[in-house]
């Protein structure tokens, strides 16, 4: 049980706990205060620095959602992805049945796996990028944490002005209207 809930008086829960409101996977994570529960999705755009040695501090807001296990992989876009063990494990199984030879598979999986690195964080919850991935992500003095969903994307400042930068209005209405409008085409599933 959560010693700070504990302090004002009798168990209150976690807004939404009750109803499974906002949970992402069945990851049991323990939170700063040693609680544990299950992981949250990850929301939010973080921009830090990277210091002289390739160290970037991982947002606590998104920090405190990372499950052990955690890797960081190479992603589109000149993109790094952090990737909790399940979304991991899935990602994984996508790039085997995309292939549509073992050869393919081999290859595949050699680049996935042959740049991928387990996620570790020193005491200050700071990230220590490799020179590959500082390379790959294009990165230099600045670095961007995008929450997506299930998985954290981190990316150069430079790259993500230039091929995200902030929100438009009018961009954003278009992407809403065919997301509503393909969403709404499409039969529901029944809830698995």
Known sequence: MRS????????????GEKWGIGRQTD???RDAVGGEHTALSFFGTYHHRIDPKGRAAVPAQLRRWI????????GPDSRLMIWPPDEWKSQEER??????????????????????????LDAQGRLLLNPW?????ELDDSVVFVGLGEVVEIVSERNWTEQE????????TR???????????RPSEPPA
């Open 95 to 120: 790039y085997r049945r995309t292939a549509e030879t073992p050869a393919q598979a081999r290859r595949f999986v050699r680049q996935l796996f042959g740049n991928t690195y387990p996620l570790e």
């Open 67 to 74: 499950p052990d296990g955690t890797v960081v992989a190479p």
């Open 165 to 172: 930068g902030e929100l438009e209005h009018g961009a954003f």
């Open 27 to 29: 990851h049991v994570v």
């Open 4 to 15: 700070d809930l504990l302090a004002f008086g009798p168990l209150v829960e976690q807004s």
């Open 133 to 137: 991935q500082r390379t790959w992500a």
């Open 175 to 185: 992407l809403n209207d065919l997301v509503i409008q393909r969403g709404a085409a």
